[in-house]
C-alpha cells in the first residue's frame, strides 16, 4: 500500500511543473484549483506546511513555491515535499503539490497522507479566514 499519483483525482488537465513521480509506489502529485488570489492562496500554504513541522524548509515567497523535508520518525527517511502557486487570473490559482520519498520502493502511504494533510489544513485555514470576514 504505497503512494501513487493515481490516488488523487484527477487534475483537470492540470499540467504539473513538477517531474513526473518515479514507477515505484513512493511519490504523489496533485493539483487543487482554488477560489482565491495566488498570494492569499500562498500565505495560507506556507502557514499550512509550517505547522507540520517540516526538518528543512525553504519558502520563496516572489516565485510562491516552498521546498520542504520531512523525516520519518521511526527510521528517519526524508521524504521531499514541494508545493507551488500557481496564479490562474485574478481571482483563482492553481496548488501543485508533490511529495516523494527520497529512498526505498513502497512508503506505506506515508506521502499520500501527507498530501492530505497539508490539503487539509489549508481548507480549513481557508474557512477560518472566511469565518473572520
Known amino acids: 500500500m504505497g503512494s501513487t499519483p493515481s490516488d488523487f483525482p484527477d487534475s483537470s488537465g492540470v ?4 517531474s513526473p513521480c518515479p ?18 492562496l500562498f500565505n ?7 505547522n507540520m513541522n517540516p526538518h528543512e524548509l525553504q519558502v520563496g515567497s516572489e516565485s510562491f513555491q516552498i521546498d520542504a ?12 515535499v514541494k508545493l507551488l502557486v500557481q496564479p490562474d487570473g485574478d481571482e483563482r490559482s492553481i496548488l501543485h503539490l ?3 520519498s ?12 501527507r ?3 497539508i490539503l487539509k489544513r489549508i481548507n480549513t485555514e481557508i474557512e477560518n479566514q ?4
Not at 495560507?44 to 509550517?50: D, I
Not at 472566511?130 to 470576514?133: E, I, S
Open 15 to 18: 499540467k504539473s511543473p513538477f
Open 23 to 40: 514507477d515505484t509506489p513512493n511519490c504523489v502529485i496533485h493539483a487543487v484549483e482554488y477560489d482565491l488570489p495566488a498570494a492569499q
Open 44 to 50: 495560507v500554504t506556507r502557514k499550512a506546511v509550517r
Open 102 to 113: 527520497r529512498v526505498g520502493y513502497s512508503d506505506l502511504g506515508v506521502n499520500r497522507r
Open 115 to 117: 498530501v492530505n494533510r
Open 69 to 80: 523535508v520531512y523525516r520519518i520518525p521511526l527510521f528517519g527517511f526524508k521524504d521531499d
Open 98 to 100: 508533490k511529495s516523494a
Open 130 to 133: 472566511k469565518n473572520y470576514n
